[in-house]
């Protein structure tokens, strides 16, 4: 009769505990990270009776939680893939946004520079006009600055988030080696606790989230954790230590950020992270923001070079030298930010060629010399003689012959003292054109114009304008967010995926957990009968006695 009130009895305890597991996963349905637990039930040991071995019962065996490591790897790569998205689409975008902004963009500044300098070619001698004109020189030398100080910005903010993500990574693998140690209180894994185990594998997933994860797990369900994939040997995470991981920045190459491991106490360099919000924002900077930097550097340094060398060339209101129309600090950093206007006098706007041609009034053509030199010849007085249609000579002030049967290259022009002179057309045979000193550089638009021609022409990269090469940097960083975008609609399908999946193995399922405490509950019910049953029979047998 013991042996039934036994029977029953640990039939009751079983199934309350079955009963509590059950409805433990109905009030975690919705905890994050929760994986659905459930109550492991073994035959207890028969024992003899007689000929025949007689059951007595059953046992808890252990609370197993529904888990599959296989299937926890993929959602760990696949979330580390899908975050390195993230930072790479919001940074690639606000760049974009920068650029291609009307209020802050470029485009915009260049083109009101060059009408102005349109504008005043038609009346060199108006101060309005040249105040007007220096006006716009400061504009686009202002919206220089705007433009690489908001990229500085975001190269900032990138690298706060950088070193964000090392803290949090460093955190969490402080946090994962006080899991490490409680973990190793149990030989086996079947041993532990379901909720240390989720709370490990929590971890482990918000680790993966930052950067990709190398992991080996041993039989206590310790877990040694490596930086990147599985070639690598960059310890991190051991289950007894933590080490520490550290970024530091290049102050000259955005892309650059190189990152140390304290695995033996000498902070070794090791390769940057693959995947995860770290990788997405290095990647960034080494794609998207140096680029963009770089190029914009180049853009204000070759415009300044290219406008200045043509400024220095002329003459201004007073018939001086012209100077440097911008200045940029040699020692800054980036160029683009460190543009500025070198004039405040408007009278110092070099609108005339330093030097002139002058046609002679029998030429037999209508061509009309235009001049360029690499070296500044202003005192450049002399007289191109055209012998034949092909031939020239060269004579001074007093008509001394200086050169003669010189072949003439309309392409290449002629080149005497430092200056070279194109014309418009063939000249022809007893043309002569005068080389002399600029004496009327008030009223001179000449140089001027040679400033505006800077608008089209294929200056940038051997082949684009100022405009064309602005809309290049702008359009390659469209393209890279383009892309990010792509692959994270891609890689978000690849994460769904491995969510379900995971789901399916350890989410809870309510429909299942209500008809299990159906199940659990009739058992428990019917366990309680079984001792009811044994206490009438034990009765029944005192009162036959």
Do not use: W
């Amino acid at each position: 009769m013991s042996d039934l009130l036994q029977l029953g009895a640990n039939g009751i305890r079983l199934y309350q505990s079955a009963l509590k597991t059950v409805s433990n996963n109905i009030a975690n349905a919705s905890t994050p990270g929760y994986s659905r637990q459930t109550t492991v039930i073994s035959e207890a040991t028969p024992v003899p009776l007689d000929r025949f071995y007689v059951g007595t019962g059953a046992l808890v065996d252990r609370i197993a939680r529904a888990y599959d490591g296989a299937v926890e790897a993929s959602l760990r790569d696949s979330s580390s893939d899908l975050s390195a998205q993230g930072p790479m689409i919001a940074y690639t975008n606000r760049v974009l946004d920068i650029f291609g902004s009307q209020a802050v963009g470029l485009t915009d500044a260049l083109d009101k520079f060059f009408t102005a300098a349109e504008n005043l070619s038609v009346d060199p001698a108006s101060n309005t006009l040249r105040t007007l004109f220096l006006n716009e020189a400061e504009g686009l030398a202002a919206r220089f600055n705007e433009l690489s100080g908001q990229v500085t910005r975001a190269a900032d903010d990138s690298q706060s988030a950088i070193e964000q993500d090392v803290a949090d990574l460093n955190s969490l693998g402080e946090q994962l080696v006080r899991v490490n140690q409680q973990l190793g209180r149990k030989l086996s894994e079947d041993a532990q606790p379901a909720a240390l185990l989720d709370q490990r594998d929590s971890i482990l997933r918000d680790m993966a989230a930052i950067a990709k994860l190398n992991i080996e797990t041993n039989d206590a369900g310790q877990v040694t954790v490596k930086l990147g994939g599985a070639a690598n040997n960059n310890l991190f995470v051991s289950p007894s230590k933590a080490y520490v991981l550290s970024a530091t920045f290049s102050t000259t190459n955005a892309g650059n950020v190189a990152f140390t491991l304290d695995a033996s106490g000498d902070n070794r360099l090791i390769a940057g992270p693959s995947s995860g919000t770290l990788a997405g924002a290095v990647t960034f900077r080494a794609q998207v923001l140096q680029p963009a930097m770089s190029a914009l550097d180049t853009l204000a340094q070759t415009f300044a070079d290219e406008v200045n060398t043509i400024h220095q060339q002329g003459l201004d209101a007073s018939g001086n030298q012209g100077g440097e129309l911008f200045s940029i600090d040699p020692a800054a950093t980036h160029a683009a930010n460190a543009i500025s206007v070198a004039l405040t006098n408007p009278a110092k706007v070099a609108t005339a060629e330093s030097i002139r041609v002058a046609n002679a009034s029998t030429n037999l053509s209508n061509a009309y010399g235009a001049i360029s030199y690499t070296v500044q010849p202003s005192t450049a007085n002399y007289q191109i003689r055209f012998d034949t249609d092909t031939n020239y000579s060269i004579l001074d002030t007093t008509g001394a012959l200086v050169s003669n049967n010189n072949p003439y290259n309309a392409a290449a022009g002629v080149t005497f003292g430092g200056v070279t002179v194109t014309f418009s057309e063939a000249p022809r045979a007893g043309d002569e054109f005068t080389v002399e000193p600029n004496t009327n550089a008030a009223g001179d638009n000449s140089n001027l114009q040679a400033l505006i021609e800077l608008r089209d022409a294929p200056i940038m990269n051997g082949s684009e304008s100022f405009a064309d090469n602005y809309l290049n940097i702008v359009n390659n960083v469209g393209s890279k967010a383009r892309f990010a975008q792509i692959s994270q609609e891609a890689l978000q399908v690849v994460y769904n995926q491995a969510v379900d999946t995971k789901d399916d193995i350890s989410g809870v399922n309510l429909d299942q957990e209500a008809a299990d405490l159906i199940r659990f509950q009739q058992a428990y019910q019917a366990s309680a009968q079984v001792i009811q049953t044994a206490n009438r029979i034990f009765d029944s047998i005192l009162s036959a006695s």
